[in-house]
């Protein structure tokens, strides 16, 4: 499986975190997803190293950040992560099936047939893993169906056009 390189939808959820980190106090941080580390390397700018955990589903990706030093975790969402955190954040695989991609990029950029399959299954599991007053910041696109999603009540906190579509930041608290 391919490490997925940072791209504009990793550049504006890596900004949004910066301020947002910047100007509030979090204690604990799950990178979900985690990929090449880009969101991690921000968080370690504000947070405690032990602290800021990592999780992907590939083993890649796991491995290159573990050889770097970062507590990071291999696991299917929530599979194996214990623990409840101030803040979890997830650039999700957003985009609707589309057989043509290759499958070794497919896991970092389908959603599921529909596109929020990976969306909805991150926010079932996540609940038990925030803290009160914890929350989640969710990057999906204006390509991925919202009408299942809005039930989670996600509120844009930022937004970029990008091409044919725009990415959103969304905040979900609940
Ligand atoms: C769009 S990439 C984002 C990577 C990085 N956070 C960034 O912003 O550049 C989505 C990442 O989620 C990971 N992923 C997909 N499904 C997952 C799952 N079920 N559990 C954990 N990670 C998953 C992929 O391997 C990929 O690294």
């Known amino acids: 499986m391919r ?16 301020k947002y980190l910047k ?3 979090v204690e604990t941080y799950l990178d979900m997803g985690t990929g090449s580390g880009i969101l991690s390397v921000t968080a370690l700018k504000y947070l405690e190293k032990k602290n800021v955990l990592a999780v992907d589903i590939n083993p890649r990706a796991v491995k290159q950040l573990v050889d770097r030093g970062y507590y990071v975790i291999q696991s299917d969402f929530f599979e194996k992560i214990d623990g409840k955190f101030d803040l979890i954040t997830f650039n999700a695989p957003y985009l609707p099936l589309d057989k043509r991609e290759p499958l070794d990029s497919q896991v970092a950029t389908t959603g599921g047939k529909r596109g929020d399959e990976s969306s ?11 803290n ?7 990057l999906v696109s204006s390509l991925t ?7 989670y009540k996600p ?10 579509e ?9």
Not at 132 to 138: A, M, Q, R
């Open 145 to 151: 169906p919202m009408d299942k999603l809005r039930k």
């Open 3 to 18: 490490i997925y390189q940072p791209a504009e939808d990793s550049f504006l959820l890596d900004e949004f975190l910066d």
């Open 120 to 130: 909805l299954r991150f926010l079932k599991q996540s609940r038990k893993h925030l």
């Open 166 to 174: 725009e990415l959103i930041v969304y905040e979900i608290i609940f």
């Open 132 to 138: 009160v007053g914890g929350k989640i910041f969710l």
């Open 23 to 25: 100007n509030h106090k």
């Open 155 to 164: 509120k844009a906190v930022a937004k970029r056009r990008v091409f044919m």
